[in-house]
């Protein structure tokens, strides 16, 4: 009798130990988070009036200022229940901290201007976006539904690569508003005065090699091209996005959409390299060191400037938004091109742009009138005339195969601010390459790992202006420091990794608990053998 209730007390112990140790296994591999989801209301409630607090973003431009106003001014007219109360930010960064503090307050907007990496971090709160696609498929208010009291676009006039971006895993979490690429606007007046041609498709070696030579100066110190104190050859507004080009180029490691971080490899520390020798010769800087380059290309003291195709506007000799005194503006010929690439033949570029995303509410009415507004954005009035005001591109075919479109695009050089040319380049650029875009895996920490890869260039080039040494023991060391202040770390999971160390905390626990149990279990075995033995 002794025997058979020690040995069900053992097998019940063992059994507990598994069942609490598979259990805290699964909290730590996939947390208690529940998929989000929400039901669509068989109609919507017009008896009610509902508030929309949208988030929005613009760079200053009182234009597009006015197009959001316009845009909630008509919306507001179609649907009289409905106000739209907007809050403007200059900065994506400052709508993601200001989200991020309010979701633990059950504060967040209705509708926020958003970048999927932003998404995928509001995700980690329970139930806070909300999933679209039930949205975007129900006849009555999805995507050209019949009971909109606007035309919007139906799914097939979606562009899909755009909204492709939108998915993080299997799912839609946001619609596209606008798209955008990076563009390299070119002093070709100063290319040809250095005795170069330009191609059709500039490559990293290409802009190496011109922006070395245009670093040599006269006697008296000044630089010959052109004749000033002052010449920074290649400027790259977005070192995030170089970093993140050239890896995708050179089809070297950068992340997976599991989270695994890849960026500290052989190829990286070649380019960090390559950057080193260009910073020491005067010949490449970054925004946050030497300031906007179209500052600096607009007054002829920067030959190759890479900013976003929505930048255009500030940036040539005519350029309607240029941040420098009159007086400073040189003039010469502006062209634009793609992005720096490696391979000619398979340009790479990468496709970004504002997205908008809906946040999750106790009332279905009032997350039904939030979808109601954010879709009225996808309209061919607002996405035509918000495309209209920089380089960006329309994110729907239904706006930009309109004739307004169309007749837009038509009459480019005609005067240097709403057809201004170099504008109109920039946006015929994305629209010739959209298949050639790309965009980064989405997931919890795939922001931050963007702002690590656009600092370990920040870095380098830092050094050296401090007249630091690049060598293999400062790569390690930088690998390891932006590792640990980006948390990179942290978001590492390999599925392959033999190191208990990147398991999660509850894979941890249960192996632990396992080998406890099991240890448990050989005693008792043991402790019954020798008092066996010792009966004889």
Not at 157 to 173: A, H, N, Q, S
Not at 257 to 277: E, H, P, Q, W
Not at 469 to 493: C, F, M, P, Q, W
Request: glycine share 6%.
């Amino acid at each position: 009798m002794k025997r058979f209730s020690f040995t069900r007390l053992a097998s019940l112990m063992l059994a507990g130990v598994l069942l609490t140790g598979a259990a805290s296994a699964l909290n730590g591999c996939h947390g208690a988070q529940k998929k989000a989801s929400f039901t669509v209301p068989e109609s919507f409630d017009t008896s009610k009036d509902y508030e929309v607090v949208f988030w929005a973003k613009n760079d200053t431009n009182v234009t597009q200022a006015q197009i959001y106003k316009k845009a909630i001014a008509d919306f507001e007219e179609l649907y009289p229940n409905i106000t739209v109360t907007m809050r403007l930010y200059t900065d994506y960064g400052k709508i993601y901290n200001d989200v991020i503090t309010n979701i633990s307050t059950d504060t967040t907007p209705n509708v926020c201007i958003t970048y999927p990496d932003h998404i995928a971090t509001y995700m980690t709160g329970d139930n806070v976006v909300v999933p679209l696609d039930d949205l975007f498929a129900d006849p009555r208010y999805g995507l050209g539904g019949s009971e909109l009291k606007y035309d919007g676009p139906a799914m097939d006039e979606m562009v899909p690569e755009f909204l492709k971006e939108c998915r993080i895993g299997d799912t839609c979490y946001a619609i596209p508003y606008m798209r955008s690429t990076e563009a390299l606007y070119i002093n070709k007046t100063y290319v040809e005065k250095l005795g170069y041609e330009i191609p059709d498709i500039v490559t990293w070696d290409y802009i190496w090699e011109v922006s070395s030579k245009a670093t040599e100066k006269d006697a008296d110190g000044t630089y010959t091209l052109n004749g000033q104190q002052v010449m920074i050859p290649f400027i790259y507004k977005s070192t995030d996005n170089m970093m993140i080009q050239y890896l995708r180029q050179m089809d070297a490691g950068y992340s997976t959409s599991a989270g695994d971080i890849l960026i500290f490899n052989d190829v990286t520390t070649d380019f960090l390299y390559r950057i080193a020798k260009s910073t020491g010769e005067g010949a490449f800087s970054t925004f946050k060191i030497s300031s906007y380059p179209g500052n600096f290309f607009n007054a002829g003291q920067c030959i190759f400037a890479v900013d976003s195709t929505a930048g255009s506007t500030w940036i040539g000799s005519d350029a309607p938004l240029s941040d420098i005194a009159q007086s400073s503006i040189v003039e010469f010929e502006t062209i634009v091109k793609p992005v720096p690439q490696v391979d000619t033949s398979n340009p790479q570029m990468i496709s970004q742009g504002p997205s908008i995303c809906i946040f999750n509410k106790d009332d279905p009415q009032e997350v039904l009138a939030s979808w109601l507004f954010a879709q009225y954005m996808l309209t061919n009035g607002v996405q035509t005339a918000y495309a209209e005001t920089e380089g960006y591109v329309p994110v729907t075919h239904k706006a930009q195969e309109s004739a307004e479109y169309k007749e837009y695009l038509s009459r480019a050089g005609e005067d240097n601010t709403t057809y201004y040319q170099v504008k109109m380049d920039a946006t015929n650029l994305l629209l010739g390459n959209v298949s050639n875009t790309f965009t980064t895996p989405v997931f919890n920490g795939s922001a931050s790992l963007r702002d690590a890869a656009g600092s370990l260039i920040e870095s380098v080039a830092k050094s050296i202006n401090r007249k630091q040494t690049v060598d293999d023991e400062y790569i390690g060391k930088l690998y390891t420091d932006a590792s640990a202040l980006y948390h990179l770390d942290s978001i590492n999971r390999s599925a392959t990794s033999s190191d208990l160390g990147v398991l999660p905390a509850g894979a941890k626990a249960l192996l632990i608990i396992l080998g406890v149990a099991w240890t448990l279990i050989i005693a008792y075995f043991i402790l019954k053998k020798i008092s066996s033995y010792k009966k004889r």
